[in-house]
């Protein structure tokens, strides 16, 4: 299976997010770094663009990030 990788900066523009909220959500668990380009982040984008879909519809039901990190990573 080929993954598309992305860099934190490109999926900042690619899902309409800022920069410091990938780097907050990979920090509480939302997003999983799969690897590292010289001093990159990188990850699977089409996981990325699944868990941010979730996360969203879970923010707008009134769930914190937190219990949503765990509900996801739970479910894995």
């Given at each position: 299976?080929?993954?598309?990788?992305?860099?934190?900066?490109?999926?900042?523009?690619?899902?309409?997010?800022?920069?410091?909220?990938?780097?907050?959500?990979?920090?509480?668990?939302?997003?999983?770094?799969?690897?590292?380009?010289?001093?990159e982040r990188?990850?699977?984008f089409?996981?990325?663009k699944k868990?941010?879909?979730?996360?969203?519809?879970?923010?707008?039901r009134?769930?914190?990030?937190?219990l949503?990190?765990?509900k996801?990573?739970?479910?894995?």
């Amino acid at each position: 299976m080929n993954k598309k990788m992305v860099t934190s900066k490109e999926a900042s523009v690619s899902l309409g997010i800022s920069y410091s909220t990938i780097t907050y959500y990979t920090n509480i668990g939302l997003f999983k770094v799969i690897g590292k380009k010289k001093n990159e982040r990188l990850y699977d984008f089409e996981e990325m663009k699944k868990r941010m879909a979730i996360v969203s519809d879970l923010i707008v039901r009134g769930y914190p990030l937190r219990l949503i990190a765990e509900k996801l990573n739970n479910n894995k």
